[in-house]
């Protein structure tokens, strides 16, 4: 998360600046036509969105590093959504006041709404990412339904195992992570590509391992329910 932060951080500091030396990359600004492009004072409409812009990317960095350091995990690893909607939400907002056309309040209520909607759909993301996966074992099918579940056949575990530990989580090439939460593909130390379905960082942890010799861990915050999954399955393999 560390070097994706900064990433993230350092492409909206030179988006800010980019959109300084070429104001024309400024949405909404580069469909106007002609006429309406004199009622806008793009200088100073290029300098705010500048300003903003490296606002937001130094806040992003700044943010994780510091939520990090007192110890709010979840804030620290929502950084680049939370600072992006706001960040956004109130640089368009202000930006209105460069725009003398008539027709600005038909944009700027376009624009609300279109930021609403990004705004729910973040929340919903989030929203859904923490709900924890629900277990259905039935007829020889191991399925785990939410973000980034699965089903399988039993047929197609080669072993599972009842763990205290895990290796170490590298990256995420593919996957949502906040605070203890991780769903998805993770790349860890000695296993390489692994699903995760973690909702705690607490042990114990489900490895199932496929044909393919590929991993899957899974948890919940209930450490009676993880227990109870690792039996279930370590039941329908030994019987198959």
């Known amino acids: 998360m560390d070097i994706l932060n900064i990433i993230v951080g350092l ?12 104001p024309s990359l400024i949405a909404g600004y580069n469909t106007m036509s002609d006429d309406k492009k004199k ?11 500048r300003n903003s812009l490296i606002i937001i ?14 110890g709010f995990a979840v804030i620290a690893d929502s950084m680049i959504l939370i600072v992006t909607i706001i960040g956004v939400l109130i640089m368009v907002i202000n930006a209105q006041r460069f725009d003398k056309n008539k027709d600005k309040i038909k944009r700027a209520k ?21 709900s924890p996966s629900k277990v259905d074992i039935s007829n020889n099918m191991i399925k785990l339904s939410g ?7 039993v047929s197609e575990l080669d072993n599972v195992e009842l763990s205290d530990m895990i290796p170490d989580i590298k990256t995420r090439t593919n996957g ?19 699903r995760l379905l973690i909702s705690s960082n607490k042990s114990p942890y489900v490895i199932m391992t ?31």
């Open 176 to 194: 949502f992570s906040s605070g203890e939460v991780k769903k998805g593909f993770f790349n860890l130390d000695k296993f390489g590509k692994t």
């Open 110 to 130: 376009l624009t609300y709404i279109i930021l609403g909607l990004v705004a729910v759909f973040v929340i919903g993301l989030f929203t859904y990412g923490y």
């Open 11 to 22: 492409f909206m500091i030179g988006i800010g600046f980019l959109v300084k030396s070429t």
């Open 39 to 49: 009622n806008v004072d793009i200088v100073g409409l290029s300098t705010y969105m």
């Open 57 to 70: 990317g130094l806040s992003i960095i700044a943010g994780y590093y510091l939520f990090k350091w007192i």
């Open 147 to 153: 973000m980034y579940g699965f089903e399988m056949n």
């Open 210 to 240: 496929n044909n393919n010799k590929d991993k899957i861990i899974v948890n919940f915050k209930d450490k009676s329910e993880t227990e109870k999954l690792f039996k279930e399955i370590k039941t329908l393999i030994d019987n198959k």
